[in-house]
C-alpha cells in the first residue's frame, strides 16, 4: 500500500504513511534485499543512460532528470549508486590568464553590476578560455545569453585575436538579431575593447559593459559555463587537433549543454527549453492583453 502510494502521491513522506498505518519507518525500510536491489539495478541503468548523454553531471541533476521521468526518487539513493558506481568524477581547477588588459583602447564601466536580467537578449556575456592541445594551445570565445545562459554563438581558433571574439558574436547576431539597447558585458581584454569590436556592437544599438580588473565574479556566467565545459568536456578528452576540438566542442555545446543539461538556477531545465518555456508565458500575456 505504502509503494503503490508514493507512486501516486510522491511528495507525502514515508514516515506519515507508516505513522498512519501503526508501523515505522524502519520496518517499511527493512524490505527484502532481493526487491531493492532489483529497484536499485533499473536506477542505475536510468543514471547510466542520462550521464552518455551529459556526461559527468551531478547527483542533483541526476536526480531531477529521473523525477522528470515520472520515478520516485530520493537525491541520497542516487548519490549512494552513482558512489557505488563509480560515476561520481572530481576534477582540479586550472585556470591560465587570457586577458590583456593593458592597451589603449577605452574601457567601459560595469552596467551590469547589482542587477540581473528578466528576459532574453536583455543582457549578453561574453569571455575566452584556452584549451590544452599536443602542440600547444587553442582558444575558445563564447557569447552568452545571460538571462537563459544559452550559449548563443563561439569560435575556436589557435590564434587569441580580435578576429575570434567578433566571430563569436558576429554567430551570436545571426541568431539572435538582438534589439537594440542589448547590453554587452565582457572584461577589458584587448579583444573586446579593440576599435573594430566596439564598432560592430555600435552598429546593432548594443551598450558596452566592461568587469572590473582582476574580478572573475563580475562575469560569473561565463566562467560557470567554461567550468562546466571543461569538467564535462574537454578534460575527459585528448584533442588530438584542433579539427577535432572543434567537431567534440560543438557537439557539447549545440547537443548536450544547451539541449539537454539541466541547470539549477534555470529550474532544472535546459536553457533551450527554460526559453521556450519564457517564449510560451510571454505570450500568454500578450494573448490576455489582446482579449
Not at 583602447?105 to 536580467?117: C, D, E, L, M, T
Amino acid at each position: 500500500m505504502i509503494e503503490q502510494h508514493r507512486t501516486i502521491h510522491p511528495k507525502v513522506p514515508v514516515g506519515s504513511m507508516c505513522a498512519a498505518l501503526g508501523v515505522s519507518r524502519s520496518w517499511y525500510y527493512e524490505r527484502p534485499r532481493t526487491a531493492r536491489q532489483s529497484e536499485d539495478v533499473l536506477l542505475r541503468d536510468a543514471i547510466e543512460r542520462y550521464l552518455l548523454a551529459v556526461p559527468l553531471s551531478g547527483y542533483r541533476p541526476v536526480t531531477r532528470h529521473l523525477r522528470q521521468c515520472g520515478l520516485c526518487v530520493n537525491h541520497k539513493r542516487v548519490l549512494r549508486i552513482m558512489r557505488q558506481e563509480s560515476l561520481l568524477c572530481q576534477l582540479k581547477k586550472q585556470f591560465v590568464v587570457t586577458t590583456d588588459s593593458d592597451h589603449g583602447h577605452p574601457i567601459y564601466p560595469n552596467r551590469i553590476k547589482g542587477w540581473s536580467p528578466v528576459r532574453c537578449d536583455q543582457v549578453w556575456v561574453a569571455d575566452i578560455t584556452y584549451i590544452r592541445l599536443p602542440m600547444g594551445f587553442c582558444y575558445l570565445a563564447v557569447i552568452l545569453d545571460a538571462f537563459s545562459r544559452r550559449c548563443l554563438g563561439w569560435c575556436l581558433s589557435d590564434e587569441i585575436t580580435t578576429d575570434l571574439t567578433l566571430t563569436a558574436l558576429n554567430r551570436a547576431i545571426v541568431r539572435r538579431s538582438p534589439p537594440k539597447g542589448l547590453i554587452h558585458h565582457s572584461d577589458r581584454g584587448v579583444q573586446y575593447a579593440c576599435t573594430r569590436y566596439t564598432k560592430r556592437l555600435e552598429e546593432i544599438g548594443a551598450v558596452v559593459s566592461m568587469s572590473r580588473v582582476g574580478n572573475p565574479y563580475d562575469n560569473a556566467k561565463a566562467e560557470s559555463f567554461f567550468k562546466t565545459l571543461k569538467r564535462q568536456e574537454v578534460y575527459i578528452n585528448d584533442y588530438h587537433d584542433l579539427r577535432e576540438a572543434e567537431a567534440n566542442i560543438h557537439h557539447f555545446i549545440e547537443t548536450v549543454y544547451n539541449a539537454k543539461r539541466l541547470h539549477s538556477s534555470l529550474g532544472y531545465l535546459s536553457p533551450i527549453r527554460f526559453e521556450e518555456e519564457q517564449n510560451a508565458k510571454i505570450a500568454s500575456v500578450h494573448n490576455k492583453v489582446f482579449i
